[in-house]
């Protein structure tokens, strides 16, 4: 195992953390919705809601491109099927 493989977290890991930022997404737009129903709205606080929403789904976008990037691991009886 290289030094790299340590700090990559395991595909189990990678995907528990993709579902809390998918978790934490839903919570603010529930949050914005609940927000938006209110006699009068608060629209600092929604335009702070909001803005952590892109925040998060655009970290959520960077992680899986980066996790689509990085090398796959295979067991060693697994084979690569070539062309």
């Known amino acids: ?4 493989d340590k700090s990559r977290p395991s595909a ?8 809390a930022l998918h ?9 914005i919705r609940d927000e938006l129903k209110r006699p009068s709205p608060d ?3 929604l335009s ?3 803005k952590q929403k892109v925040r998060l ?16 691991s295979r067991p060693a009886h697994h084979k690569v099927l070539r062309s």
Do not use: E, N
């Open 48 to 50: 702070v809601l909001k």
């Open 1 to 4: 195992m290289t030094p790299s």
């Open 57 to 72: 789904k655009d970290k959520a976008h960077r992680f899986m491109l980066a996790s689509a990037d990085a090398p796959v």
């Open 43 to 45: 629209w600092l606080r």
């Open 12 to 19: 189990m890991g990678q995907i528990a953390y993709i579902r």
């Open 23 to 31: 978790a934490k997404i839903s919570s603010l737009k529930q949050s």
